[in-house]
T-cell receptor
Protein backbone atom coordinates (compact mmCIF):
# COMPACT_ATOMS: atom_id res chain seq x y z
CA UNK A 1 0.00 0.00 0.00
CA UNK A 2 1.16 3.53 -0.75
CA UNK A 3 2.28 5.48 2.30
CA UNK A 4 1.03 8.57 0.61
CA UNK A 5 -2.74 8.41 0.22
CA UNK A 6 -5.16 10.17 -2.09
CA UNK A 7 -8.72 9.46 -3.28
CA UNK A 8 -9.07 6.84 -5.98
CA UNK A 9 -11.35 8.88 -8.21
CA UNK A 10 -13.27 12.14 -8.54
CA UNK A 11 -15.94 13.20 -11.00
CA UNK A 12 -16.58 16.75 -12.11
CA UNK A 13 -18.22 18.84 -14.81
CA UNK A 14 -16.66 21.34 -17.15
CA UNK A 15 -16.12 24.73 -15.58
CA UNK A 16 -16.04 23.45 -12.00
CA UNK A 17 -13.13 23.57 -9.60
CA UNK A 18 -11.57 20.25 -8.63
CA UNK A 19 -9.67 19.82 -5.38
CA UNK A 20 -7.62 16.70 -4.70
CA UNK A 21 -6.13 16.17 -1.26
CA UNK A 22 -3.12 13.99 -0.60
CA UNK A 23 -2.26 12.80 2.92
CA UNK A 24 1.37 12.33 3.84
CA UNK A 25 1.66 12.10 7.62
CA UNK A 26 5.31 11.04 7.56
CA UNK A 27 6.64 13.69 5.22
CA UNK A 28 10.28 14.69 5.58
CA UNK A 29 11.00 18.12 7.01
CA UNK A 30 12.86 19.77 4.19
CA UNK A 31 11.51 18.39 0.93
CA UNK A 32 9.06 19.57 -1.67
CA UNK A 33 5.59 18.29 -2.46
CA UNK A 34 5.08 17.71 -6.16
CA UNK A 35 2.05 16.87 -8.29
CA UNK A 36 2.00 15.14 -11.66
CA UNK A 37 -0.64 14.54 -14.32
CA UNK A 38 -0.78 11.42 -16.47
CA UNK A 39 -2.76 10.74 -19.62
CA UNK A 40 -3.25 7.21 -21.02
CA UNK A 41 -0.21 5.78 -22.78
CA UNK A 42 2.02 8.62 -21.57
CA UNK A 43 4.44 9.14 -18.73
CA UNK A 44 3.46 11.52 -15.90
CA UNK A 45 3.98 15.22 -16.46
CA UNK A 46 4.89 17.83 -13.82
CA UNK A 47 2.09 20.19 -12.78
CA UNK A 48 3.20 22.07 -9.68
CA UNK A 49 5.55 21.94 -6.71
CA UNK A 50 5.59 23.64 -3.32
CA UNK A 51 7.09 23.56 0.15
CA UNK A 52 4.53 25.44 2.25
CA UNK A 53 1.49 27.74 2.13
CA UNK A 54 0.24 28.34 -1.39
CA UNK A 55 1.76 28.10 -4.82
CA UNK A 56 -0.01 29.05 -8.04
CA UNK A 57 0.94 28.68 -11.66
CA UNK A 58 -0.91 28.95 -14.94
CA UNK A 59 -2.63 25.57 -14.58
CA UNK A 60 -3.14 24.87 -10.87
CA UNK A 61 -2.76 25.93 -7.26
CA UNK A 62 -1.23 23.96 -4.45
CA UNK A 63 -2.28 24.50 -0.84
CA UNK A 64 -0.06 23.20 1.96
CA UNK A 65 -1.02 23.63 5.63
CA UNK A 66 1.58 24.55 8.22
CA UNK A 67 2.06 20.98 9.43
CA UNK A 68 2.63 19.79 5.84
CA UNK A 69 0.87 16.49 6.55
CA UNK A 70 -1.41 16.99 3.58
CA UNK A 71 -1.56 18.99 0.40
CA UNK A 72 -4.41 19.96 -1.92
CA UNK A 73 -4.12 20.35 -5.65
CA UNK A 74 -6.72 22.73 -7.03
CA UNK A 75 -7.66 22.72 -10.71
CA UNK A 76 -9.76 25.79 -11.52
CA UNK A 77 -12.50 25.62 -14.14
CA UNK A 78 -11.69 22.16 -15.49
CA UNK A 79 -12.28 21.16 -19.09
CA UNK A 80 -12.66 17.78 -20.75
CA UNK A 81 -8.92 17.75 -21.46
CA UNK A 82 -8.20 17.73 -17.72
CA UNK A 83 -9.49 14.15 -17.52
CA UNK A 84 -6.39 12.30 -16.33
CA UNK A 85 -4.78 10.60 -13.35
CA UNK A 86 -3.15 12.93 -10.82
CA UNK A 87 -0.33 11.86 -8.51
CA UNK A 88 1.26 13.50 -5.51
CA UNK A 89 4.92 12.87 -4.72
CA UNK A 90 6.66 13.49 -1.41
CA UNK A 91 9.79 12.43 0.42
CA UNK A 92 8.98 10.57 3.62
CA UNK A 93 10.89 10.80 6.87
CA UNK A 94 12.88 7.71 5.93
CA UNK A 95 14.16 9.75 2.97
CA UNK A 96 12.33 7.62 0.45
CA UNK A 97 10.39 9.03 -2.48
CA UNK A 98 6.71 8.14 -2.22
CA UNK A 99 4.08 8.53 -4.91
CA UNK A 100 0.41 8.30 -4.07
CA UNK A 101 -1.62 5.66 -5.88
CA UNK A 102 -3.18 8.30 -8.11
CA UNK A 103 -6.57 10.00 -8.40
CA UNK A 104 -8.52 9.48 -11.61
CA UNK A 105 -10.32 12.71 -12.41
CA UNK A 106 -13.14 12.44 -14.93
CA UNK A 107 -14.56 15.65 -16.34
CA UNK A 108 -17.96 15.46 -18.02
CA UNK A 109 -19.58 17.94 -20.37
CA UNK B 1 12.45 20.26 -24.71
CA UNK B 2 13.73 17.54 -22.44
CA UNK B 3 13.43 14.16 -23.99
CA UNK B 4 13.49 10.86 -22.17
CA UNK B 5 13.32 7.84 -24.42
CA UNK B 6 12.84 4.20 -23.57
CA UNK B 7 14.04 1.43 -25.83
CA UNK B 8 10.69 -0.32 -26.27
CA UNK B 9 7.02 0.53 -25.80
CA UNK B 10 6.00 -3.12 -25.56
CA UNK B 11 8.05 -6.16 -24.66
CA UNK B 12 7.10 -9.82 -24.22
CA UNK B 13 9.55 -12.15 -22.51
CA UNK B 14 9.50 -15.64 -21.07
CA UNK B 15 10.01 -16.63 -17.45
CA UNK B 16 13.69 -16.94 -16.62
CA UNK B 17 14.93 -14.69 -19.43
CA UNK B 18 17.32 -11.83 -18.72
CA UNK B 19 15.66 -8.58 -19.69
CA UNK B 20 17.26 -5.21 -20.38
CA UNK B 21 15.25 -1.98 -20.37
CA UNK B 22 17.14 1.04 -21.63
CA UNK B 23 16.52 4.69 -20.92
CA UNK B 24 18.26 7.71 -22.45
CA UNK B 25 17.86 11.40 -21.57
CA UNK B 26 19.25 14.28 -23.58
CA UNK B 27 19.41 17.12 -21.02
CA UNK B 28 22.50 16.28 -18.99
CA UNK B 29 20.43 15.47 -15.90
CA UNK B 30 22.22 14.18 -12.83
CA UNK B 31 19.35 12.05 -11.51
CA UNK B 32 17.69 9.13 -13.24
CA UNK B 33 14.96 6.86 -11.94
CA UNK B 34 13.24 3.58 -12.69
CA UNK B 35 9.66 3.02 -11.52
CA UNK B 36 7.08 0.36 -12.04
CA UNK B 37 3.44 1.29 -12.27
CA UNK B 38 0.66 -1.09 -11.32
CA UNK B 39 -3.08 -0.47 -10.96
CA UNK B 40 -4.01 0.71 -7.48
CA UNK B 41 -0.39 1.04 -6.40
CA UNK B 42 0.74 4.12 -8.27
CA UNK B 43 4.40 4.47 -9.13
CA UNK B 44 6.90 2.57 -7.02
CA UNK B 45 10.58 3.39 -7.15
CA UNK B 46 12.85 0.51 -8.07
CA UNK B 47 16.22 2.26 -8.24
CA UNK B 48 17.58 5.71 -8.80
CA UNK B 49 20.98 7.06 -9.73
CA UNK B 50 22.35 10.49 -8.84
CA UNK B 51 25.56 10.21 -10.83
CA UNK B 52 27.44 7.95 -13.18
CA UNK B 53 28.10 4.55 -11.59
CA UNK B 54 26.12 5.61 -8.49
CA UNK B 55 22.84 3.97 -7.52
CA UNK B 56 20.43 3.80 -4.63
CA UNK B 57 17.75 1.21 -3.94
CA UNK B 58 14.17 2.32 -3.98
CA UNK B 59 11.16 0.61 -2.43
CA UNK B 60 11.17 -2.55 -4.53
CA UNK B 61 14.70 -3.42 -5.76
CA UNK B 62 14.35 -7.17 -5.35
CA UNK B 63 14.73 -9.00 -8.65
CA UNK B 64 16.18 -5.94 -10.40
CA UNK B 65 19.58 -4.40 -10.95
CA UNK B 66 20.67 -1.22 -12.73
CA UNK B 67 23.61 0.14 -14.63
CA UNK B 68 24.68 3.70 -15.32
CA UNK B 69 27.94 3.77 -17.22
CA UNK B 70 27.22 7.07 -18.96
CA UNK B 71 25.38 10.10 -17.64
CA UNK B 72 22.65 9.98 -20.28
CA UNK B 73 21.83 6.28 -20.05
CA UNK B 74 20.25 4.26 -17.23
CA UNK B 75 19.52 0.59 -17.71
CA UNK B 76 17.18 -1.63 -15.73
CA UNK B 77 17.99 -5.33 -15.70
CA UNK B 78 15.73 -8.20 -14.74
CA UNK B 79 18.20 -10.98 -14.06
CA UNK B 80 15.62 -13.75 -14.35
CA UNK B 81 12.21 -12.48 -15.34
CA UNK B 82 9.19 -13.74 -13.45
CA UNK B 83 5.47 -13.35 -14.13
CA UNK B 84 5.06 -11.00 -11.16
CA UNK B 85 7.35 -8.55 -12.95
CA UNK B 86 4.73 -8.02 -15.64
CA UNK B 87 4.12 -4.30 -15.38
CA UNK B 88 4.55 -0.84 -16.88
CA UNK B 89 8.08 0.43 -16.38
CA UNK B 90 8.73 4.16 -16.38
CA UNK B 91 12.05 5.92 -16.56
CA UNK B 92 12.53 9.53 -15.44
CA UNK B 93 15.31 12.09 -15.06
CA UNK B 94 15.82 15.36 -13.21
CA UNK B 95 18.36 18.05 -12.47
CA UNK B 96 20.06 18.66 -9.18
CA UNK B 97 21.73 17.02 -6.27
CA UNK B 98 18.57 15.98 -4.45
CA UNK B 99 16.05 13.67 -6.15
CA UNK B 100 13.01 15.61 -4.95
CA UNK B 101 14.16 19.17 -5.62
CA UNK B 102 13.23 19.43 -9.25
CA UNK B 103 10.59 18.10 -11.57
CA UNK B 104 11.09 14.69 -13.05
CA UNK B 105 10.74 14.20 -16.80
CA UNK B 106 9.28 10.84 -17.70
CA UNK B 107 9.64 8.60 -20.69
CA UNK B 108 6.58 7.04 -22.34
CA UNK B 109 6.96 3.74 -20.51
CA UNK B 110 7.62 0.13 -21.46
CA UNK B 111 4.82 -2.37 -21.04
CA UNK B 112 6.56 -5.62 -20.13
CA UNK B 113 4.71 -8.92 -20.19
CA UNK B 114 6.42 -12.00 -18.78
CA UNK B 115 4.85 -15.27 -19.87
Amino acid sequence: LAKTTQPISMDSYEGQEVNITCSHNNIATNDYITWYQQFPSQGPRFIIQGYKTKVTNEVASLFIPADRKSSTLSLPRVSLSDTAVYYCLVVLDDYKLSFGAGTTVTVRA
Amino acid sequence: DVKVTQSSRYLVKRTGEKVFLECVQDMDHENMFWYRQDPGLGLRLIYFSYDVKMKEKGDIPEGYSVSREKKERFSLILESASTNQTSMYLCASSFGQHPSDNEQFFGPGTRLTVL
